[in-house]
């Protein structure tokens, strides 16, 4: 009779076991499901045939004379005539300040167009409205900027070149090795980037936080603010001031066959930041930090906006130099659920991470939902998948605002080199929840898993340096 009672009891262990399994399965394949529902209904620009091409209005392909007023004229007609089509013919060309785009207007640059924008910052005088990492402000304008624009594209095989370096915008940074000397300003003084945090923590008037010439905040490549059906398609980035493409409080968002590359500080690649209906596809990213950074408000800016990061859908992309590969943080204070990334290709010794979460309990926010499948991993430096609760940890000391990581669903995930596979780090009282591996292979790991506060890891045919690993163990 024991006998039997013991065998009835793992039977019954073993089909809640298989139950479960199923469940979460079947849970799964229902949200990449919905997955691909969200990218059939993601609006994309449609425009009239009108064509207005920019030397028509006075636009001089010498590399030299200014074109940004003829586009910006060219871009206001095609607008105010019901929209269509602004090319950038073949040929070089220089942009002495921003280009505005507006709704209806597909600025459209021609295979070898190039276009170099000016690197004085008093060419992006007057402030526009923007979020500089995740707070609200009046800041020089990005180079391309829209401001509540409906039914907008930048497309084609051309080049965007910031020029950025260490002779300009770089060395605001700060730091030595990307020219900052002593006796330079930089945002880091007092009156720039502290100031701009400590606005925001005071809940001052956004219509209060002018800054601009004279506090050294660099302003990003691409902005698109409160947008909505926006297509960015084949184009190249070069050398941005900072981060290359922004779109914020955007909706139906489209972004395919676009390439980012440069090593200067904070040159994040595509960081979409509170943005509803999002696509990211068959881009290629090269950067001084991560390669696609999902963003949704910085402290009290995210909480007051209280507008999350969701539904974004990011597929075939290839990951290159970069912190991180496809990362959530750090400013999330706003939240994001809803997270699919596929068949992506990251590899570099100078990439740190290939997934990455990040916040603390002073910016907060609740993450959820994050779904990773089909990821090939050649190297990183450091781990394979890193979720921290104590990102900048001179600042996670003060915070009360206890951030909430769950439900992150990683499957066939293979990598070949790195430091740890796995580095997840919660806190006492706030544990990071429900993180399930499945079909992983994790190779050439070079020292332990850090387990640290971790709550309901499950592993299901999951291999490190060959060996299955059933359990982990903080």
């Not at 091409?53 to 004229?73: C, L, P, W």
């Not at 939902?369 to 430096?381: H, L, P, S, T």
């Amino acid at each position: 009779m024991k006998y039997l009672r013991v065998s009835f009891i793992s039977s019954v262990l073993f089909f809640l076991f298989i139950g479960c399994q199923s469940s979460q399965e079947t849970f799964v394949a229902g949200k990449w499901a919905e997955a691909y529902k969200i990218l059939d209904q993601i609006k994309v620009p449609d425009f009239q045939p009108n064509i207005y091409n920019i030397t028509e209005f006075g636009a001089v392909a010498d590399g030299k004379s200014d074109v940004s007023r003829s586009i910006n004229r060219a871009i206001e007609t095609c607008n105010m005539n019901g929209g269509g089509k602004v090319i950038v013919p073949q040929g070089e060309y220089f942009a002495k300040g921003p280009i505005v785009l507006l709704s209806n207007v597909n600025l459209h640059l021609e295979d070898s167009a190039c276009i170099r924008f000016s690197t004085d910052p008093k060419d992006y005088l007057p402030v526009v409205k923007t979020r500089w990492e995740g707070v609200e402000c009046y800041n020089y304008s990005p180079l391309v900027y829209a401001y509540r624009a409906r039914n907008i594209a930048v497309t084609g095989n051309g080049i965007l070149d910031g020029q950025a370096s260490d002779e300009n915008w770089w060395k605001w940074k700060g730091r030595k090795q990307y020219g900052w000397e002593e006796g330079l300003a930089s945002q880091s003084d007092s009156s720039s980037r502290p100031r701009l945090m400590k606005l925001n923590e005071e809940n001052v008037a956004v219509e209060e936080r002018v800054f601009g010439d004279g506090f050294y905040l660099r302003p990003n490549f691409l902005q698109f603010y409160e947008c909505e059906v926006v297509l960015l398609d084949g184009i190249t980035f070069l050398d941005s001031p900072m981060w290359f493409v922004h779109p914020v409080l955007c909706e139906d968002l489209t972004i395919r066959k676009i390439t980012t590359k440069s090593n200067g500080p904070n040159t994040d690649g595509c960081n979409p930041e509170s943005c509803r209906n999002v696509s990211i596809n068959d881009c290629y990213f090269d950067n001084g930090d991560d390669c696609i950074a999902i963003k949704s408000g910085r402290n009290n800016d995210g909480r007051r906006i209280a507008r999350a990061s969701e539904n974004i859908i990011i597929q075939n992309c290839q990951m290159k130099d970069g912190h991180g590969g496809v990362v959530i943080g750090s400013e999330i204070s706003g939240g994001c659920n809803n997270v699919f990334v596929e068949d992506c290709t990251m590899d570099s010794p100078s990439l740190d991470r290939a997934i990455r979460i990040k916040t603390n309990s002073f910016r907060g926010g609740r993450v959820e939902n994050i779904f990773v499948r089909n990821v090939n991993v050649g190297q990183v430096a450091e781990a394979v998948v890193k979720i921290n609760m104590l990102y900048d940890s001179k600042e996670a000391i003060k915070g009360s605002f206890r951030p909430v990581i769950q439900n992150i669903y990683i499957e066939n995930l293979k990598s070949l080199k790195s430091r740890h596979a796995l580095y997840l780090d919660g806190l006492k009282d706030t544990s990071i929840k429900n993180i399930y591996l499945s079909d992983c292979t994790f190779n050439g790991v070079e020292k332990d898993n850090i387990l640290n506060y971790t709550e309901n890891i499950v592993l299901d045919q999951v291999r490190i340096n060959g060996d299955f690993v059933e359990s982990l163990q903080q």
